[in-house]
């Protein structure tokens, strides 16, 4: 996986992005990184500049994040996930748990909500997914309607301009087939989670169930930011991640 590496500091970060994203994701926290720490952004598998995965199921993805993360050095590391990232890294996280330290989760969600089950469970789910979010004015559209959940200034589909849309649509087919959040609870890692003041209602509920299972989580929640907290709550998520709250 290709790997953008920020800082030369001896506490370790890694940040997975979320859907339709690639390692510039983290590049508004990075500006605030302190001097004793080093952030690796990755690409996902089949995302910005890294190849196809090799298989593209959960478990495949969960092996390679795991391996690319692994030749990253053999240093403890707090692992970052970017909405369904951080589910990415919950996957993975068996695989590496000896070396993770911490977790940090932005909007993350712990189910998959109604509106992204239409794009891949239904007969015109695909044409339904390429309409919203291939399409310029299916993402505009898509956009303003989503304005109470983000900022005047950020964009919620921007990033889905020049993407692999057929990795995109099988990404969601796989986050959308997960069964829930039980499989997770056996994490007994710190974990602090993230989320926007006017995010998705369904992330508020997850917020809650992610702590239902987690009794050592504790949650941020950022004023003013809607689902991209790194876009536009960079200051304030910085200070989450990097750990001097």
């Known amino acids: 996986m290709f790997v953008k590496r920020f800082g030369q500091g001896e506490r370790v970060f890694v940040g997975l992005h979320g859907w339709s994203g690639d390692h510039t994701t983290f590049a ?3 500006r605030y990184l302190p001097l004793d720490a080093t952030l690796y952004s990755v690409d996902l598998p089949g995302c910005g500049q ?27 590391i ?28 932005i909007d993350p969600f712990a189910f998959a909500p109604w509106y992204f089950k239409l794009f891949v469970t239904t007969p015109v789910g695909k044409y339904a997914y390429y309409s919203t979010f291939a399409n310029p004015l299916g993402r505009w559209i898509t956009n303003l309607s989503l304005k109470r959940h983000r ?3 950020s964009d919620l589909t921007g990033s889905f301009r ?19 959040i039980a499989d997770f609870a056996w994490i007994r890692h710190p974990v602090d989670i993230v989320y926007g ?14 702590r239902s299972v987690w ?31």
Not at 55 to 68: F, P, Q, R, W, Y
Not at 78 to 105: D, H, K, Q
Not at 162 to 179: E, F, N
């Open 28 to 30: 508004p926290v990075a």
């Open 50 to 76: 890294s190849p196809p995965p090799r298989e593209l199921t959960l478990a495949g993805l969960a092996d390679e994040i795991a391996a690319g993360i692994a030749t990253l050095g053999s240093q403890s």
């Open 78 to 105: 707090t692992v970052v996930g970017n909405c369904s990232g951080a589910i990415l890294a919950l996957a993975a996280l068996p695989r590496i748990a000896e070396r993770v330290n911490r977790l940090v989760l």
């Open 151 to 153: 900022t005047e200034e």
């Open 162 to 180: 020049a993407i692999d849309h057929a990795v995109a649509h099988r990404y969601l087919q796989l986050l959308t087939s997960m069964d829930g």
């Open 197 to 210: 003041e006017r995010t998705f209602g369904a992330i508020r509920r997850s917020v809650e169930m992610w």
């Open 215 to 245: 009794p050592q989580a504790r949650a941020f929640e950022l004023t003013g930011a809607g689902h991209l907290p790194i876009e536009e709550a960079p200051e304030s998520l910085s200070r989450v991640i990097f750990d001097y709250v």
